[in-house]
């Protein structure tokens, strides 16, 4: 015990002191980056390519946010280094909005019902059925993805909402797993008290189980809502068509219309900026309960 | 006979509740996941090209996969990017966990770790993109600034993959950790205290007592995140498109051109059978190879 303390007593505030650094060092690769997107966003335009190397805002302006927000006219964006049509931003948020909070509705009230009848009903092929599921789940999303953009060009839903929500919108295997298990974990007692005082099942999963599964179906919302705002692939493939057009689409489309031969970084850093603003406002307010909820979510 | 009617009317009734309740969610598993599977299978037996009608050509689709080359280049060129980015990610996350362990488990820090990896891709990419500019990125005149040469990361064969590479570390690593840290959790107190009393030091104890207890979290992280590394997509399509030349043409972004670019729909689904199938074998070979269901805890 004695040669243990006399060991370990001067080392462990070095350690620590190492340790620490190696935190900061972590803290700062991660936060600069994203530092580096406001600065350069509330930079000059002309300024962006000269000074390249000051750390702070060059010619502190909020010119290519107002840019981007549409708040001047074609020439003068366009003698600001950026394209005459600029980035129409307040409709491809619109479209974000609505595919992400309509399609996450759906997905986690329809996974509920299933989630809930895999949890606590019996009928025959139940587990058979379940474990179907949980084969979905292996699949990797490159294997239905033409198939599926497929269906919705049959079904003429290219560039509609309907067409970027539908594979989504009844289902994910995922969700239906987290909230089976959420089910499986929660107390049946309330659940046989109603049953006995004669409510039917949907009355005791609309009365009993929903409520008590606010804070699961929340979170989970809140992950699956953050996965769709951040998805790429789907609604380019599906919705490139700008009423339909969503923040991630839009930018990428920026990004690959650059106006007079270099990029518009200004502009686009400003776009970029103004799209995590939801992420950023959601992961705030519910900070710790997201943190929580994504070390459970590994199984995704 | 009444006493005996009543249950099984009852469990009709739960078994047809129960059915109404699953229904709509098989009917987007049916349309969405199931029924897509098998027409993508089906239809890697064909030559379809969106504009003539499918013909069924047998496995012709699948002989020409094993004699493409450039098919084997895209999966050599996955191959190298997943070798690069699980381990460092992977070391690097463990590190991240165990320094959390030990020294501070405060909530802002694992909130600003799990940050990157809540940005979308396309964001990530684009941020890079321009961190990484050859001639006005940040990064280049902090090189030269240390009196090095200006590199080209994206814009050149040799350095595209591995700076894709590394930005996906940036975005994974933090995230990896958290899991490895809530692992981290599950492992008694007790047994550390009983080893440094048994006189083991440090290095004994994580190669000893963390890795083997934390061995199910691991495998798990490792099957999920090599499953998504080798289809990584996003990135490239901001980035490199799959060049200079064919530096990054990645299988996902390879099924992509044949899909969507050149519209051989008989093709691409053949290549995404094929990665499917790579896939499977892997997941499997690792879940076997490190026993993934039971911890040396039991």
């Not at chain 1, 103004?274 to 994504?294: C, M």
């Not at chain 2, 349309?31 to 009608?53: E, K």
């Not at chain 2, 799959?242 to 053949?270: C, H, L, N, Q, S």
Request: hydrophobic share 55%.
């Amino acid at each position: 015990m004695s040669r243990a303390h006399t060991r370990t007593a001067p080392t462990i505030p070095l350690a620590t002191i190492l340790a620490w650094i190696a935190f900061a060092l972590v803290m700062l690769v991660t936060l600069f980056p994203v530092y580096w997107v406001l600065r350069t966003a509330l930079s000059d335009h002309k300024e962006i390519y000269v000074q390249t190397a000051v750390l702070w805002p060059v010619g502190f302006t909020l010119d290519n946010f107002k840019r981007v927000l549409g708040m001047f006219t074609a020439e003068q964006s366009v003698a600001m280094g950026g394209t005459a049509t600029g980035i129409n931003f307040w409709l491809y948020l619109r479209n974000s909005i609505i595919v992400s909070t309509f399609l996450v509705a759906g997905q986690t009230f329809f996974s509920a019902m299933s989630a809930y009848a895999f949890a606590r009903l019996r009928f025959p092929g139940r587990d058979q059925l379940f474990f179907l599921y949980l084969t979905a789940m292996m699949i990797p999303g490159v294997v239905t993805l033409i198939p599926n953009f497929i269906l919705i060009r049959d079904l003429k839903w290219l560039d509609t909402f309907q067409g970027i929500m539908a594979p989504g919108f009844l289902m994910t295997p995922f969700t239906v797993f987290f909230l089976r298990q959420f089910f499986l974990g929660i107390n049946h007692e309330l659940e046989e008290a109603a049953t006995l005082d004669g409510a039917s099942i949907p009355m005791i999963f609309w009365r009993v189980a929903l409520p008590l599964s606010i804070p699961a179906l929340s979170t989970l919302a809140i992950l699956q809502f953050i996965a769709t705002w951040n998805d790429y692939l789907w609604p380019f493939l599906v919705g490139k068509n700008e009423a339909v057009r969503v923040l991630t689409v839009a930018l990428a489309i920026f990004q690959s219309q650059t106006p007079q031969g270099a990029p518009d970084w200004g502009g686009l850093m400003a776009g970029t900026a103004l799209s995590l603003v939801p992420t950023l406002v959601i992961f705030l307010v519910f900070g710790r309960r997201a943190v929580n909820a994504i070390q459970f979510t590994g199984f995704r | 006979m009444t006493t005996h009617r009543q249950p099984r009317l009852a469990a009709r009734r739960e078994a047809l509740y129960a059915w109404a309740f699953v229904a709509p969610s098989l009917i987007g598993f049916l349309v969405f996941f199931a029924v897509p599977s098998v027409r993508g299978l089906l239809m890697s037996f064909t030559n379809w090209d969106l504009l003539r009608p499918a013909k069924f050509v047998g496995v012709a689709n699948y002989v020409r996969l094993l004699g493409d080359a450039d098919f084997r280049h895209a999966l050599k060129v996955t191959a190298y990017y997943v070798l690069m980015n699980i381990p460092i990610q992977t070391t690097l996350a463990l590190g991240i966990a165990v320094m959390m362990d030990k020294f501070s488990k405060s909530t802002i820090i694992r909130g600003i770790l799990v940050l990157p990896w809540l940005l979308p891709n396309i964001v990530v990419a684009l941020i890079w993109l321009w961190l990484l500019d050859p001639t006005m990125g940040f990064l280049n005149q902090i090189i030269m600034g240390l009196g090095f040469q200006r590199q080209p990361f994206l814009g050149s064969t040799d350095q595209a993959m591995p700076t894709i590479a590394a930005i996906n570390i940036w975005r994974h690593a933090g995230y990896t950790a958290i899991l490895l840290y809530a692992g981290l959790q599950t492992i008694p107190k007790e047994i550390y205290e009983a080893a440094a009393i048994d006189g083991a030091n440090e290095r004994q104890m994580f190669f000893g007592i963390t890795i083997p207890l934390l061995r199910p979290v691991l495998v798990f992280v490792l099957v999920t995140t090599i499953i998504g590394s080798f289809q990584i997509f996003d990135t490239i399509a901001i980035t490199t498109k799959g060049g200079p030349v064919d530096a990054t043409r990645v299988v996902y972004w390879y099924i992509y051109e044949y899909a969507f670019v050149r519209f051989k729909m008989g093709y691409a689904t053949t290549i995404s059978v094929a990665l499917f199938v790579i896939l499977i074998t892997i997941t499997f070979i690792q879940m076997r190879y490190f026993n993934a269901n039971s911890s040396d805890l039991d």
